[in-house]
Protein backbone atom coordinates (compact mmCIF):
# COMPACT_ATOMS: atom_id res chain seq x y z
CA UNK A 1 0.00 0.00 0.00
CA UNK A 2 3.08 2.40 0.73
CA UNK A 3 4.04 2.25 -2.72
CA UNK A 4 0.84 3.45 -4.27
CA UNK A 5 -0.05 5.85 -1.33
CA UNK A 6 2.71 8.48 -1.79
CA UNK A 7 2.40 9.18 -5.59
CA UNK A 8 -1.66 9.10 -5.09
CA UNK A 9 -1.57 11.48 -2.17
CA UNK A 10 1.61 13.53 -4.88
CA UNK A 11 -1.14 13.67 -7.72
CA UNK A 12 -4.90 13.76 -5.97
CA UNK A 13 -3.87 15.96 -2.59
CA UNK A 14 -0.99 17.89 -3.91
CA UNK A 15 -1.70 20.84 -1.68
CA UNK A 16 -2.08 18.90 1.43
CA UNK A 17 0.75 16.91 0.25
CA UNK A 18 2.77 19.82 0.13
CA UNK A 19 1.40 21.38 3.14
CA UNK A 20 2.40 18.08 5.05
CA UNK A 21 6.31 18.04 3.79
CA UNK A 22 6.42 21.74 4.98
CA UNK A 23 5.64 21.52 8.20
CA UNK A 24 8.01 20.87 10.88
CA UNK A 25 8.89 17.07 11.65
CA UNK A 26 6.96 16.58 14.80
CA UNK A 27 5.13 19.37 15.30
CA UNK A 28 1.85 20.69 15.68
CA UNK A 29 1.85 21.87 12.37
CA UNK A 30 2.68 18.57 11.24
CA UNK A 31 -0.18 16.96 13.10
CA UNK A 32 -2.42 19.29 11.55
CA UNK A 33 -0.95 18.52 8.00
CA UNK A 34 -1.11 14.58 8.08
CA UNK A 35 -4.99 14.77 9.60
CA UNK A 36 -6.15 16.48 6.74
CA UNK A 37 -3.95 14.26 4.47
CA UNK A 38 -6.45 11.45 5.63
CA UNK A 39 -9.34 13.14 7.82
CA UNK A 40 -11.61 12.53 4.57
CA UNK A 41 -14.28 10.08 4.85
CA UNK A 42 -13.63 9.11 1.63
CA UNK A 43 -10.00 8.73 0.21
CA UNK A 44 -9.37 6.97 -2.40
CA UNK A 45 -4.99 6.65 -1.87
CA UNK A 46 -6.32 4.02 0.55
CA UNK A 47 -7.25 1.84 -2.02
CA UNK A 48 -9.12 -1.24 -0.46
CA UNK A 49 -7.98 -0.33 2.79
CA UNK A 50 -10.62 0.99 5.47
CA UNK A 51 -8.09 2.40 8.05
CA UNK A 52 -4.49 1.47 8.78
CA UNK A 53 -1.49 2.36 11.16
CA UNK A 54 0.77 4.30 9.31
CA UNK A 55 4.40 5.49 10.71
CA UNK A 56 3.94 9.56 9.92
CA UNK A 57 7.55 9.60 8.90
CA UNK A 58 6.82 6.43 6.28
CA UNK A 59 4.22 8.37 5.04
CA UNK A 60 6.16 12.08 4.88
CA UNK A 61 8.85 9.74 2.75
CA UNK A 62 6.14 8.23 0.38
CA UNK A 63 4.93 11.42 0.15
CA UNK A 64 8.27 13.33 -0.84
CA UNK A 65 8.61 10.26 -3.42
CA UNK A 66 5.99 10.83 -5.21
CA UNK A 67 6.49 14.56 -5.28
CA UNK A 68 10.33 14.32 -5.80
CA UNK A 69 9.19 12.13 -9.30
CA UNK A 70 6.85 14.81 -10.07
CA UNK A 71 9.49 17.95 -9.47
CA UNK A 72 11.91 15.80 -11.74
CA UNK A 73 10.08 15.84 -14.80
CA UNK A 74 11.13 19.82 -14.65
CA UNK A 75 14.05 19.75 -13.42
CA UNK A 76 17.17 20.49 -15.99
CA UNK A 77 18.60 17.41 -17.13
CA UNK A 78 22.22 16.36 -16.05
CA UNK A 79 21.69 19.25 -12.84
CA UNK A 80 22.50 18.89 -9.13
CA UNK A 81 21.06 21.08 -6.28
CA UNK A 82 22.38 24.07 -4.90
CA UNK A 83 22.99 23.37 -1.95
CA UNK A 84 24.79 22.92 1.68
CA UNK A 85 25.31 19.90 3.99
CA UNK A 86 24.06 20.42 7.56
CA UNK A 87 26.57 21.67 9.86
CA UNK A 88 26.60 18.72 12.26
CA UNK A 89 24.70 15.29 11.57
CA UNK A 90 22.06 14.72 14.34
CA UNK A 91 18.99 12.87 12.90
CA UNK A 92 18.56 11.07 9.97
CA UNK A 93 17.18 13.76 8.24
CA UNK A 94 20.57 15.82 8.90
CA UNK A 95 22.25 12.33 7.48
CA UNK A 96 19.52 12.48 4.22
CA UNK A 97 20.23 15.89 3.74
CA UNK A 98 24.11 15.86 3.23
CA UNK A 99 24.13 12.68 1.72
CA UNK A 100 21.69 14.67 -1.45
CA UNK A 101 24.25 17.75 -1.17
CA UNK A 102 27.42 14.97 -1.77
CA UNK A 103 26.12 12.45 -3.50
CA UNK A 104 22.93 13.41 -5.27
CA UNK A 105 22.81 11.45 -8.34
CA UNK A 106 23.59 8.12 -5.80
CA UNK A 107 20.59 9.49 -3.63
CA UNK A 108 18.30 10.25 -7.05
CA UNK A 109 19.12 6.75 -8.81
CA UNK A 110 18.22 4.81 -5.14
CA UNK A 111 14.76 6.33 -5.32
CA UNK A 112 14.10 6.15 -9.04
CA UNK A 113 15.63 2.66 -10.11
CA UNK A 114 14.46 0.49 -7.16
CA UNK A 115 11.07 -0.32 -5.48
CA UNK A 116 10.62 0.35 -1.65
CA UNK A 117 10.97 -2.60 0.21
CA UNK A 118 12.19 -4.62 -3.04
CA UNK A 119 15.26 -6.68 -3.16
CA UNK A 120 16.96 -4.27 -5.46
CA UNK A 121 16.38 -1.41 -3.21
CA UNK A 122 18.30 -3.52 -0.66
CA UNK A 123 21.17 -4.64 -2.62
CA UNK A 124 21.61 -1.02 -3.53
CA UNK A 125 21.48 0.08 -0.33
CA UNK A 126 24.40 -2.26 -0.14
CA UNK A 127 26.30 -0.52 -2.76
CA UNK A 128 25.86 2.82 -1.24
CA UNK A 129 26.57 1.75 2.41
CA UNK A 130 30.11 2.45 2.33
CA UNK A 131 29.91 5.76 1.10
CA UNK A 132 27.72 7.14 3.90
CA UNK A 133 30.36 7.52 6.30
CA UNK A 134 31.07 11.19 5.85
CA UNK A 135 27.18 11.69 6.43
CA UNK A 136 27.20 9.67 9.69
CA UNK A 137 28.01 11.06 13.30
CA UNK A 138 31.37 10.45 13.90
CA UNK A 139 31.98 8.17 17.18
CA UNK A 140 28.37 6.64 17.14
CA UNK A 141 27.63 3.09 16.57
CA UNK A 142 24.37 3.35 14.27
CA UNK A 143 21.99 0.56 13.05
CA UNK A 144 20.03 2.15 9.83
CA UNK A 145 17.24 0.46 8.08
CA UNK A 146 16.77 0.57 4.51
CA UNK A 147 13.36 1.88 4.80
CA UNK A 148 14.05 4.58 7.25
CA UNK A 149 16.86 5.50 4.58
CA UNK A 150 14.60 5.44 1.83
CA UNK A 151 12.36 7.91 3.75
CA UNK A 152 14.74 10.28 4.79
CA UNK A 153 16.56 10.50 0.98
CA UNK A 154 13.27 10.71 -0.77
CA UNK A 155 12.19 13.67 1.58
CA UNK A 156 15.57 15.42 1.56
CA UNK A 157 15.96 14.64 -2.45
CA UNK A 158 12.59 16.67 -2.70
CA UNK A 159 13.08 19.58 -1.01
CA UNK A 160 16.65 19.77 -2.57
CA UNK A 161 14.51 19.84 -5.84
CA UNK A 162 11.54 21.68 -5.18
CA UNK A 163 13.13 24.81 -7.16
CA UNK A 164 14.45 23.93 -10.78
CA UNK A 165 15.73 27.66 -10.80
CA UNK A 166 17.73 26.70 -7.95
CA UNK A 167 19.60 23.55 -10.15
CA UNK A 168 23.75 24.31 -11.27
CA UNK A 169 24.47 22.27 -14.33
CA UNK A 170 27.89 20.09 -13.78
CA UNK A 171 30.78 22.31 -14.01
CA UNK A 172 28.51 25.30 -13.21
CA UNK A 173 30.07 27.71 -10.20
CA UNK A 174 27.70 29.62 -7.37
Not at 44 to 49: I, L, T
Amino acid sequence: MLRQLGPCLASNKRDRSIAFLDAPIDSPQEAAAFDALFGDTTNRCMQNFVSATLVRAWVRGVVAEGLFKDAMREWPVGAVPAMEEPESIASIHDFARCYVAQDFAAARGLIEETRLGDKSELARMRELAPTFGPCMPQGSQIALKPMNIRMALAEALYHATRNPGAARLPGQSD
